[in-house]
């Protein structure tokens, strides 16, 4: 048993003997970055629409959630949006980002006992309901420790490979090609707070996540309530048509290639050349 381990055992037992003596709940807000750039062809834009194209798709991106959860079970849904489905950087770029847009009806349900996920989801003004597993995570546990609000967090990582659509836009023709590459998630989670939580799917470490980063995107906690006097309700959705997330991926991609060519079908050449750049979320 080495070191680190032992410091989270202790940490997380002292903890849990303070909590254990009355009903575990509490509430975090996390804020949530991406980061996301696009370069246009200097002959098809400006400078000046690069930079708007760039600032649409920072706002578009910045959200804020906030996670409910008690010992075993979590509820995590959007409570601000941002950033607008679709907007213009004028001079004929236009963003489109499918599936982006939420509703107030959208939660994610995590059950950590069960091992398990229901994701009540409205894309395409279709409510969806995504029962299925979650994954199963390789946390590498770090010696690494930082300071987030009043708690005092240890550093995990874990890696996975992944495949993403590379769109490429030129005045002959629109490319795409999948291209692979290895993603390597950062968490720093706190045992101060003994619940195997997380915001979105993230799952499986010793102490509520405070803070997720994997390069390109970003989630922190900036708020914490914990044991508020009113009792949390944490109940699974149950709103919205069954499908696992493989099959609810698979209506989402056939659903974004029929917006790709809707909105595809405004690309013109020469002078009056119209570039549509589209982000799946």
Excluded at 164 to 191: C, G, M, S
Excluded at 246 to 262: D, G, H, T
């Amino acid at each position: 048993m080495n070191s680190t381990f032992k410091i989270l055992t202790i940490a997380f037992l002292i903890t849990g003997l303070n909590l254990n003596a009355q009903e575990l709940q509490g509430t975090a807000y996390y804020k949530t970055k991406r980061k996301v750039e696009i370069k246009l062809d200097s002959t098809s834009a400006t400078s000046i629409q690069q930079e708007q194209l760039n600032a649409i798709l920072k706002r578009q991106f910045e959200k804020e959630y906030v996670l409910n959860f008690n010992k075993t079970a979590s509820t995590y849904k959007e409570v601000e949006s941002l950033g607008d489905a679709s907007s213009s950087a004028g001079g004929g770029v236009r963003i489109v980002a499918f599936g982006a847009g939420g509703s107030g009806n959208d939660v994610l349900y995590k059950d950590t006992r069960a091992k398990t996920y229901t994701n009540q989801r409205e894309s395409f003004s279709k409510q969806f309901l995504i029962k299925d597993s979650l994954q199963k995570v390789e946390w590498k546990l770090e010696n690494e420790t930082k300071q987030i609000g009043n708690y005092t967090c240890y550093k995990a990582t874990f890696e996975r490979e992944v495949e993403r659509r590379q769109l490429n836009f030129n005045d002959a023709e629109e490319e795409e090609k999948t291209v692979k590459e290895t993603i390597v998630t950062t968490a720093w989670y706190t045992p101060q707070i003994p619940v195997s939580h997380g915001p979105e799917r993230h799952w499986g470490l010793p102490g509520l996540i405070l803070e997720i980063n994997d390069g390109n995107s970003v989630m922190i906690c900036n708020k914490i309530v914990m044991n508020p006097k009113e009792k949390i309700e944490i109940i699974e959705p149950k709103k919205g048509k069954k499908v696992t997330q493989e099959e609810f991926n698979e209506v989402m991609r056939k659903k974004a290639e029929e917006m790709s060519k809707i909105y595809g079908g405004g690309r013109k050449k020469g002078n009056g050349q119209s570039i549509q750049i589209k982000i799946g979320g």
